[in-house]
């Protein structure tokens, strides 16, 4: 018995000190810090390792933006916004089956095809003058997500004016892509932020769960005030938040977001200001976001029933303009302050 002792000590002596020299490794691996511009906005990318890869994360970044940016003339989505007909790709793909799968999740709150009613709002809201009854009518003739479809690697039109936009899941997509390479290259700590869509895993430089701030909605047009509603341990999760957090449009006294319905071609009349969600891809809880902002909190509510896996965090004006809190009960654990 006592040989059978001896043996296991030096094991033993081996497993803590391999224990010991691999957790004072992780402790002196530094995090990195890059940087830059993507699709028409800002990334900022943390993770442990000994040096930046950001050669290998812009090559990833180059992929998306080369399937699903609108600011690349080049890119497939745009080409197809140009009425050619060029053969899509894997990551095109995901992108679109998933937007349809939101599309079908949310009874066509999603939809990506909705971007002319949102321009014409959109310089309707700046000048003033919001678009009149015929031209949104006209504009509706080209809207719905199920007048497009993905078959052998093209997509098809129902009418050759319809245009896509996946500028509300393509910065979460982006997330994800990132966060699998940083995967891949055996890095476990780190956090992928790409225009304020997020997606983390292990723990930060302070040896602390990831936490994520969102953002009080203002009037702030300048953007000066950026105080925080909330903060939140987004540990190895993605977050997405969707909201013109400064600008809005008053209606009888309330105050609305400007959150055009692809439905009824004009802005919603529910009063969600923000629209936050925790989910396992950035994508999704990017789609997802999106969609509750034009969805409203009793039918956001049905959805997120229906899809458990999903958390959301939703700040709305009360029907005295005061601004309120609802949030899933599985988000409970997550809110920090």
Known sequence: MKKKLYWQIPFLLFLIIGTV???????????????????GTFYHITYQNDSSINNAILAELAKVDSALSMFNRESIISR?????????????????KL????????????????APL?????????TGNPP???????????????KVALDNNHIIKKDPRVMLDCSAIAKGYGCDVVAQMLERHGIKNYMVEIGGEVVTHGISEKRLPWKIGVTKPTDDSLAVDKELQTILNVKDMAMA???????????????????????????????????TVLAKRCAEADAY????????????????????????Y???????????????PSMKDKILK
């Open 289 to 312: 976001a999106t969609s509750f902002m034009v969805m409203g909190l009793e039918k956001t509510k049905e959805v997120l029933k229906k899809q458990p896996e999903l958390m959301a």
């Open 132 to 146: 009149t009854k015929a031209v949104i009518d006209s504009l509706r003739t080209i809207v719905g997500y199920k």
């Open 21 to 39: 020299f691999i957790v004072r490794q992780q402790r002196s691996t530094p995090y990195q810090h890059d940087e830059g511009q993507v699709f």
């Open 99 to 114: 937007a349809e799968q939101v599309s079908d999740n949310t009874g066509g709150a999603f939809d990506i095809t909705v």
């Open 314 to 328: 939703l700040i709305y004006a009360d029907h005295k303009g005061n601004m309120q809190v609802w949030y899933s």
């Open 80 to 96: 197809i916004n140009q009425g050619e007909n060029p053969e899509t790709n894997n990551m095109f793909n995901s992108v679109f």
């Open 241 to 275: 938040t969707s909201g013109n957090y400064r600008n809005f449009y008053y209606k009888n006294g309330k105050k609305y977001a400007h959150t055009i319905d692809p439905k009824t071609g004009y802005p919603v009349q529910h009063n969600i200001l923000s629209a």
């Open 118 to 126: 949102v321009n014409v709002w959109g310089f309707g809201f700046k």
